[in-house]
């Protein structure tokens, strides 16, 4: 049976045996056998010596699995409305340049009139999106970093947050912007500027 709490510290403990107090059996099977084929044996041995006791087992590691199904249920939920955020955010991002860009058609068609490339058009439409991506990642880094320093402190035995997680998220971030606002970019520079000029 295991007690305790996974948010406090381990209480220190002797094991012993006594003659008095046989109501529990703590067994740990060699890693090499399986539970399989190890719980028939130990049934088979319990029985000869106390046929009366009842053979009813329970696993250490799942029992204190199970003081962890909260927080796993917690990451599941965070996972499945973290992907359905980014999505929001990728139709959001998208319609945002769609409509950027048809804003600034004349602009784009003066400005393909008088030689500015592709690349240099897809920077113009995207500069302002990497700015808005570096401010809201420079607020959102630091909250979040407290926050989970936060929850990550209730834990008695606990890892530390890398500051890795964050350069990665924000690169991944900055990637996804890019690639949605990338589309409507470059359509956008690729217009004949006679028919975006015309359309205005």
Not at 79 to 89: Q, R
Request: charged share 15%; glycine share 6%; with cysteine.
């Amino acid at each position: 049976m295991v007690k305790g709490s996974p948010y406090e510290p381990t209480d220190p403990s002797i094991i012993f045996l006594s003659e008095n107090d046989m109501r529990w059996l703590y067994i740990k099977i060699k890693p090499t056998v399986s539970a399989h084929e190890a719980l028939p044996k130990i049934q088979s041995v319990l029985s000869s010596i106390v046929p009366s006791a009842p053979f009813d087992y329970t696993f250490a590691d799942e029992a204190y699995g199970a003081k962890f199904r909260a927080e796993e249920r917690i990451g599941k939920l965070a996972t499945f409305f973290s992907g359905l955020a980014l999505l929001i955010c990728c139709l959001g991002l998208f319609g945002l340049a769609s409509f950027m860009a048809e804003q600034r058609t004349k602009e784009i068609g003066i400005r393909k009139i008088m030689g500015a490339s592709v690349i240099s058009l897809w920077k113009m439409l995207s500069k302002d999106f990497v700015v808005l991506i570096v401010i809201s990642c420079g607020l959102a880094i630091p909250i979040s970093f407290y926050f989970m320093n936060s929850w990550l402190g209730q834990y008695e035995y606990r890892t530390t947050i890398s500051w890795n997680v964050f350069v990665i998220t924000g690169m991944g971030a900055l990637i996804i912007t890019l690639l949605t606002v990338s589309f409507q970019a470059i359509k956008a520079a690729l217009m004949n500027p006679v028919k975006s000029l015309r359309s205005e």
